[in-house]
C-alpha cells in the first residue's frame, strides 16, 4: 500500500530492491521498520500509553518536532498539527514542514485525524467521517512542496486524494469497534480562524459539502505530492454554524474530543494493528 506511487524499495544505506521473490521478503522487513505517521488534530495532542520519544526533524521548510516510538505492532511518527503547546492556528500550520518531516522520516503512510463541524443533519456530534474529496475555500496557505524558484512546476493529481486503502481499512476498524462512521465524506476546508456564517455553511450544503474544518487543506495535498498515502479521521464536534439553536463555541470543540478521544484512540490501534507492509507494485 505504501508503495503504490513510488518505485522500488530502499533500505536506511538506499540500496534499492527491484527485482525478485528474495528482493520482496527483503523489502517487506525494510517497509516494517518504517513508520506510519500520525498528525493530531484538535484534541489529539499527545498519544496517551503509548511512550514515545522526542525528535526534532530539519527540513528544508523549517525544524519540526516529532515523537516516535511503537504503538500496536507498527513504528509510530507523533506530530501534534497544533504546535507542542496547541497554540498554531489552522492559517499559522507549518503544512509544508510537516509532510516534509514525515516524508523524510520514510513514513508509509499517513493517518490524520481533524475536528469538524457537521453540514449534514445525520452526521452527528460524536461521529466519525472519513472524507474521500474535499473542497478547499482556504486562501493564504502554501500550495505545493515544489516552490523553489526555478524548479519545475508540478500538477499534482488530487482525483483520490484520500488513499481508498487506508480509508477502507479505517471503516472496517471502526465498524469492529462499532463506531459509527460515515464514509465518502465531502470535506469542505475553511481558512478560519473564524468559525462561518450560516450563509456560508448554506453554500456549502449547496455545493456538496458533508463537514467543514479549517485544517485538511493543504495537507493532503502535500502527502499527495509526497507520494505518501494519506487518510484523515474526522471527528464531528457539533452541527456547523446555523444548524443548532446555539453560537458554536471553541470549547464545546474541545468537550467532544475530550469525549471521543478514547474511542479515537482505540480506532488508531486497532488500524494500525492491521496495517501490514506491503510489497512494491
Ligand atoms: N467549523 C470549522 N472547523 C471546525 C468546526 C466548525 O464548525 N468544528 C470543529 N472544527
Redesign the pocket.
Known sequence: MGWQHKPGCEDREGNSFDGGESDTILCLRVIATMPVGLIGG?GLSELEGVELEAEVVATRFGEVAVRRGRWAGREVVFLGRHGADQNLAPHQIPYQANIAALDKLGCTHIIATN???AIRQDIEPGHFALPNQFIDFTKTRPLTLFDDTGSETVYVDVTEPYSPQLRDLIAEQAWELNLVIHQDIVYVC?E?PR??TPAEIQMFATLGGDV???TGVPEVVLACEAQIPYASICIA??Y??GLSAQP?TDQE?HELMDQCRPDLLRLLEAVLSQLKPQPPT
Open positions: 484538535t475536528a469538524v463541524g475553511t478560519g468559525f462561518e467543514v474544518g479549517m464536534t457539533n456547523a454554524a458554536l470543540v
